[in-house]
């Protein structure tokens, strides 16, 4: 919870944990922390993936996430000189396969794994679209239960939606940006 003191401008936090008051301190960025550094090196990462996609060329790839493409052969062709299965810096083939099936975001299957994520390859499936899986309590978790001294390891029930937000889906099964026009309202 944030607080101020009384006559002051300058929030702290408290923390309620097993009956007692803390006082939150060493909140902010360390000395020799420099977050810009991750900044960049996740947006060079983003830009290099974008590239790839441009050498690849549009209607190669079917789908991309942080750090893969899953493309055709056409694609794979255009990608010919940066690939290597051993060089640090090149690319590698992970998977071939004659059959996918994209139904959103880390939500696909191949003929040779399905992808879903927040399923743990454990579950059980229970009805379509519907799986239960084992809740392993987290350490904040843990404190939050009566006993801090029982591990509970619960059942959880998970019903996929899949839908998609990040664009509209065309009969072709294209993601088509959304276009807000000037007067479509943000607040």
């Known amino acids: 919870e944030v607080c101020y003191k009384r006559g002051s401008n300058h929030p702290f936090k408290i923390r309620y944990l097993l009956g007692e008051i803390f006082e939150s301190t060493g909140t ?3 000395f020799n922390s420099f ?3 991750s900044s960049q090196v996740t947006a060079y990462a983003r830009m290099y993936l974008y590239k790839l996609m441009n050498i690849v060329q549009s209607g190669n790839y079917f789908y991309c996430d942080t750090d893969s493409l899953i493309i055709n052969s ?8 940066l690939l290597h299965d051993t060089k640090l810096g ?5 998977e071939t396969t004659s059959f996918i099936n994209i139904r959103g ?3 696909y299957s191949t003929s040779n794994k399905n992808v879903l994520k927040g399923i743990r390859k454990s579950a059980i499936q229970i009805a379509p679209m519907v799986f239960q899986q084992e809740r ?6 843990l404190l939050r239960t009566d006993d801090v001294n029982t591990y509970t390891i619960s059942t959880v029930t998970k019903t996929l939606s899949r839908e998609y937000t990040k664009g509209y889906v065309d009969g072709n099964g294209i ?3 959304f ?6 309202s943000l607040f």
């Open 136 to 141: 392993w309590p987290s350490f904040k978790g």
């Open 35 to 37: 977050p810009a550094i």
């Open 105 to 107: 975001l880390k939500d």
């Open 179 to 184: 276009v807000l026009s000037e007067s479509d």
């Open 74 to 81: 056409k694609g794979l062709d255009n990608l010919y000189s």
């Open 28 to 30: 902010v960025e360390s």
């Open 175 to 177: 993601v088509q940006p």
């Open 90 to 94: 090149y690319l590698k083939i992970e």
